[in-house]
Structure formats: structure tokens, C-alpha cells
């Protein structure tokens, strides 16, 4: 697909066209890449708060669903299944490439890791 963008700001315009110059890129594999990188960060951040959500009620799922899998989007709870594939399917028929979070919820509570970085 083609799609024609135009940016009005122009200091984002002078900025795309001085690090395209400097990386030996052109403007629009410079744009591609910077968008590519943002729907990434934000599809993260998405998982990160449904993931956040999911061990919050894990509690209250593993007793509505026992030894089941869920999917978990916008914090409820779209569809379950014993059968992984099967749920997998459903979901992407649903919601196509929106990420969804599936998971067991006879996953085991995690665990505190504590890291002092460094090596030993």
C-alpha cells in the first residue's frame, strides 16, 4: 500500500532530510523506519498493560476459567479455550494484527527477581 504523507511542521521536515543525509538514507526509509519503531513501542506498551492487568485478576480467572487459556484485550476478557491453537485462531480472525494477550491461567504467580546488575 501507498500512502502520500505530508509533514507540516517544518523543523520535522529539515530534521527527517539532515539525518536521512547523514545515514545515507532516504526521507522515506527514514519515516518508515521512525513509524515502524513507534507502532512497535506502543503494541509493547499495550502487552505490558493487559500482562499488568492479567496478574491483577489472575486470582478471579483461575477460578471463571480453570486450566484454560484467555485472551485479554483492553482489560476484559474477548475469549477462553482449552486448546491454545484453537484460541489463537479465533483470535486472529477477531482482531487480525491488533495485539491481543493470551495466557495460561495456570500460569505460576511471578516470582521476585532482584538484580544488582553487574557481573560477578
Do not use: C
Not at 538514507?25 to 499495550?46: C, F, G, I, K, Q
Request: hydrophobic share 35%; charged share 30%.
Amino acid at each position: 500500500m501507498t500512502m502520500e504523507i505530508t509533514l507540516k511542521e517544518q523543523r520535522l521536515t529539515k530534521g527527517l532530510t539532515m539525518w536521512a543525509n547523514k545515514t545515507h538514507r532516504s526521507p522515506e526509509e527514514m519515516l518508515e523506519s521512525a513509524v515502524e519503531t513507534y507502532l512497535t513501542e506502543l503494541e509493547t506498551d499495550l502487552l505490558r498493560q493487559e500482562t499488568e492487568i492479567f496478574w491483577k485478576r489472575l486470582p478471579e480467572l483461575q477460578k471463571r476459567f480453570p486450566h484454560q487459556f484467555v485472551a485479554m484485550y483492553q482489560g476484559k476478557v474477548v475469549d477462553h479455550s482449552k486448546e491454545l491453537n484453537n484460541l489463537m485462531q479465533r483470535v486472529q480472525e477477531t482482531f487480525g494484527d491488533i495485539p491481543v494477550l493470551i495466557a495460561s491461567v495456570d500460569t505460576p504467580p511471578p516470582r521476585e527477581i532482584n538484580w544488582t546488575g553487574g557481573r560477578r
